[in-house]
């Protein structure tokens, strides 16, 4: 998932998004425990998109704040 994509969503459709990769990379980490999967660059990728959204969540709340603080 590209970033530019995950900026185009809203703070509800991230937050969406974020559970569903929670419970995807639950499942992933799952299966490598128990040897059914022996590649990482899925999980990777959910922890890497999982990082782009939390990103741009921080980005989105300090600009929010930042007019506050210049008052």
Do not use: C, H, W
Not at 4 to 23: F, G, I, S, T
Not at 50 to 66: H, K, M, V, W
Request: charged content about 40%.
């Amino acid at each position: 998932m590209k970033a530019q994509k995950v900026r185009d969503y809203d703070d509800n459709e991230l937050a969406q998004q974020l559970r569903e990769m929670d419970e995807q990379l639950f499942r992933l980490q799952f299966q490598m425990s128990t040897g059914q999967m022996e590649g990482l660059k899925k999980a990777r990728a959910v922890r890497k998109d999982r990082a782009r959204i939390y990103t741009i969540l921080r980005e989105r709340a300090g600009a929010s704040q930042a007019p506050a603080e210049k008052k």
